[in-house]
């Protein structure tokens, strides 16, 4: 009830807007006297009527319904008063970071029918702000109050990548950036290192490879005691009270490369008289950048090395791998070898020296001998200096060698007494000796003697000491009133013992030219006279002196040196090459007054002489004697096709072997290649075979041209023939050998390969033909096939059929070998049809099979017979046997009691 009173209109408050409300009015009777009882009157007609919608109200603040690490769901309800229509929309505003570029300002992020909405993407552990207002057909309600949620905290954000601030060959310093954090203060940094495992570890090392390296609040660190040039890899995580981050980006740095270390395990890995072979390992650190090589450093550690080469550590050699061989090495030697590396940054330190020596060889010669005492009994004192150098093994003695050179003057009909002097001119005595002296007892007084000797030690005996004349003369018979102060000796060269065109002589006097001559001044009545080219023919004279001047010379004496070893003839020369074999001639040399009595001829392939094995000027230990005696020709036989050779020639004579010569570079010719490798059958068929091969082996010197392939039947091994692989008879044995050829010829036949090829279909046989024919029976003729495919024919199956009602079946009517056959029992007025199959024997030993369905069995005849009346059946049977074998196929016939 809205109103009771007497007015007949009133104005009603409070009514929501946009609403319709019904109305109707009752009229109230009144009466004072309480005994009389009025009745209701009925109430009005019911009457409409609407108040004007309005605008909504202002919903409340928004609520959170849900919250997330990076989402706040919002909820909101409708205001309390809507204006009378419904809320078509709602507009949703947020302040905070990453919702609006200005967070003090709200931005709207929804507008919908719906009453909630989950903002994402947020920040984790931060304040937002929210309001929401409705929308009507009538109008927009103001906005809601605000409301402020948070987001919960999180782990920090992860850091971007360090930054690389500075660096050198063994550090790295780095920066990085704070990272949000999400809305829980960082409470620090953890940087971990990953090296790659060549680094020194200091700390625990995580199964990917990176162990701890920093931890804290500050935003950079120094990472020192890094391996130079290798790279390196930093990764960074931030913490705070909530847990830590996921890791940054991985930085790679590289720190500047250095020098590389030391190689290590330097070993001497073999030795020869002139080279020593070196091994060693690779430094432990390249310093960041590949080694590009080695310098091997030398310095002698003997005096004898030291002869030829600085007495201090030089470079001898550089090379790209841990290996080498240093040549040109004195035989028996010592020295001291180091090595350094070198990258591209420059050469690192060398590694601590090895001591490392050639192979021990024969000492040098000795000084020459030298006479230290004449005694008047026909005895001589000699002696002589060590070899400068005992080849690497000690002296063990000398052997001291004294020929007989002629008499101090001639004189008829004297009798020499007994000793040396006793023998021809240029006969020897050969005394072993301990020591670098020696007493030579019993010798012919007034004669000449040359003397020279030669060191021995386990590796054999030095050559011998520089040749020279000993001389000796009497006091002239008066000094002229003053006393004999010396005397001058002088030799005047008086040619060779033996003429040889291109000689080239040795040091000494002996190099001059024909009466070139040498002064020499004495103290007393003898000379020994050193360096003197073996053979060489002289004249002496002498004079005395006192303080007046010189006495006339004597009476001139014609002397020879002692025979020596021939000289090193000229270079071979090559007369003719073959394929395996080699002429090769030589000129005798200058025999140094001993004639050259034979020759030595080695060789050695070319290849063989690349490593360094022998001394200077000799052939090398891997060479082979080839020829031994005494013409200036021979043939090597038996030698690789198209191998390059090297050859030395030596002559000998009675002092022994002599100088080698230049080595001879020749060539075999090349020659056909060797057989083709691994013939084999890769498919086989009944007319041919597909065959494959290797190439051969060795081409000898000229690349292979090609290939020819024979084959020829098994049995026979011969009427080999040119082939394809086709064209060949089936069922039959064939073996097949190939070769190769180039422009050298053709090469040698491979082994043969033998194979069995399958039989092939044979030819349809020809017929068959009909004779004798009579009521009931009918000859059958046929020819056996041309060709029967490379298996025997065993038995040969005619088969007949037969129309008996509507049904027809094909019967056998003969197996044999025959090729003819009679079938009787016929029924007369009969159509019959033949057909003729072959079995073949496709084994030795095999059992009769059928022939190949699809080529051996086969239709060869027809024959039509009615009752078997001399009616032409060869044209007609044809067609009857098709049009059978028709019908039964398709059913057509029945077969009949």
């Avoid at 080469?309 to 791998?321: H, I, K, L, N, Y």
């Avoid at 000494?508 to 030219?513: F, N, S, Y």
């Avoid at 050859?647 to 020659?671: D, F």
């Amino acid at each position: 009830m809205q109103y009771l009173g007497p007015e007949t209109h009133v104005r009603v408050n409070g009514l929501r807007p946009g609403r319709t409300y019904a109305i109707r009015v009752r009229v109230q009777l009144v009466c004072d006297d309480p005994e009389v009882e009025l009745a209701t009157p009925p109430p009005s007609p019911i009457c409409t009527t609407s108040t004007t919608p309005t605008p909504p109200q202002a919903p409340a603040a928004p609520g959170l319904s849900s919250r997330q690490r990076n989402a706040l769901k919002f909820k909101w309800c409708d205001p309390d008063e809507t204006g009378g229509r419904p809320i078509l929309e709602w507009v949703l505003q947020v302040a905070g970071p990453g919702v609006s570029e200005d967070p003090q300002g709200l931005h709207t992020v929804y507008r919908g029918a719906d009453t909630s909405f989950l903002l994402k993407r947020l920040a984790c552990g931060t304040r937002y702000t929210a309001r929401v207002k409705a929308i009507s057909c009538i109008g927009e309600s103001p906005w809601s109050p605000t409301c402020s949620v948070s987001t919960p905290a999180a782990v920090p954000a992860a850091p971007l990548a360090p930054v690389v601030v500075e660096r050198d060959a063994s550090s790295v310093t780095l920066t990085w950036h704070a990272p949000h954090n999400n809305g829980s203060d960082l409470t620090g940094y953890l940087l971990e290192l990953d090296d790659g495992g060549c680094g020194e570890v200091t700390g625990v090392r995580c199964g990917d490879g990176f162990r701890f390296l920093y931890t804290g609040l500050a935003l950079s660190h120094r990472a020192a005691s890094l391996v130079s040039g290798a790279v390196h890899r930093f990764r960074l995580r931030a913490e705070n009270g909530v847990g830590h981050s996921v890791w940054s980006p991985v930085l790679e740095v590289g720190t500047a490369a250095t020098t590389p270390g030391e190689p290590e395990g330097l070993a001497r890995l073999g030795a020869t008289l002139t080279s020593v072979s070196l091994v060693w390992k690779a430094p432990a650190s390249d310093g960041g950048c590949p080694v590009s090589g080695y310098s091997v450093e030398l310095r002698p550690a003997c005096k004898a090395a030291a002869r030829t080469r600085p007495d201090s550590f030089a470079p001898v050699t550089e090379c790209s791998g841990p290996s080498c061989t240093l040549t040109s090495l004195s035989p028996g030697c010592r020295y001291l070898v180091r090595v350094a590396a070198r990258n591209e940054v420059g050469r690192g330190p060398t590694c601590v020296a090895l001591a490392v020596a050639t192979e021990a060889h024969v000492p040098e010669p000795p000084g020459p001998v030298s006479l230290v005492e004449r005694s008047a009994e026909g005895g001589l004192s000699l002696a002589w200096a060590a070899p400068p150098h005992d080849g690497g093994s000690g002296i063990t003695g000398y052997r001291l060698e004294l020929v007989f050179a002629g008499w101090q003057e001639a004189a008829e009909g004297r009798q020499p007494a007994q000793g040396m002097g006793e023998g021809e001119m240029g006969s020897s005595e050969v005394l072993a000796c301990d020591s670098g002296s020696a007493v030579v007892q019993a010798l012919e007084p007034g004669a000449l003697f040359t003397a020279r000797v030669c060191a021995l030690n386990a590796h054999g005996s030095s050559p011998h000491s520089a040749p020279g004349l000993s001389l000796a003369w009497a006091a002239p018979p008066h000094d002229g009133g003053s006393g004999i102060t010396g005397y001058r000796l002088e030799l005047v060269f008086a040619g060779w013992q033996e003429a040889a065109e291109g000689r080239q002589p040795a040091q000494g006097m002996g190099e001059g030219e024909m009466g070139s001559s040498e002064v020499l001044a004495c103290d007393s009545g003898s000379a020994v006279v050193q360096a003197l080219e073996p053979g060489a023919l002289f004249t002496a004279r002498v004079c005395a002196l006192n303080a007046h001047g010189s006495s006339p010379h004597s009476a001139p004496v014609t002397l020879e040196t002692a025979p020596g070893r021939p000289a090193a003839p000229d270079r071979p020369r090559l007369l003719r090459a073959s394929g395996s074999d080699l002429t090769i001639g030589w000129s005798a040399p200058y025999g140094r007054g001993g004639g050259v009595r034979s020759f030595q001829l080695r060789i050695a392939p070319a290849a063989a002489c690349l490593r360094p094995e022998s001394l200077p000027g000799e052939p090398p230990r891997c060479s082979a004697q080839a020829y031994s005696g005494p013409a200036t020709s021979c043939t090597v036989p038996d030698l690789q096709p198209a191998t390059p050779y090297r050859a030395w020639v030596a002559g000998e004579n009675a002092a022994g072997k002599g100088e080698w010569s230049a080595p001879l570079e020749c060539r075999t010719q090349p020659v056909g290649p060797s057989p083709p490798q691994a013939l084999a059958v890769e498919s086989v068929g009944c007319r041919g075979a597909a065959l494959s091969w290797a190439p051969p082996a060795l081409d000898n010197g000229s690349p292979v041209l090609g290939y020819a392939l024979q084959a020829g039947p098994a049995a026979r091994r011969a009427g080999w023939r040119q082939v394809h692989v086709t064209g060949l008879d089936p069922g039959q044995e064939w073996v097949f050998r190939a070769r190769a050829w180039n422009e050298a010829g053709e090469g040698p036949w491979s082994e043969v390969v033998t194979l069995a090829l399958p039989p092939d279909v044979p030819d349809a046989p020809a017929g068959p033909t009909f004779s004798g024919r009579t009521g009931t029976s009918v000859r059958v003729q046929w020819e056996a096939p041309a060709h029967d495919g490379g298996s025997a024919i065993t038995a040969y199956v005619l088969e007949a059929w037969r129309r008996d009602g509507l049904a027809g079946a094909w019967t056998a009517v003969y197996s044999g070998p025959a090729t003819a056959a009679k079938v009787a029992d016929l029924p007369p007025d009969t159509e019959v049809a033949f057909r003729l199959r072959m079995a073949l024997r496709v084994g030795a030993t095999g059992p009769v099979a059928k022939a190949r369905p699809r080529k051996a069995t086969m239709l060869s005849g027809v024959a039509r017979a009615a009752g078997l009346r001399e009616a032409d059946l060869a044209t007609a049977g044809w067609a009857l046997a098709i049009a059978a074998l028709l019908l039964s196929a398709l059913g057509l016939w029945s077969r009949s009691d």
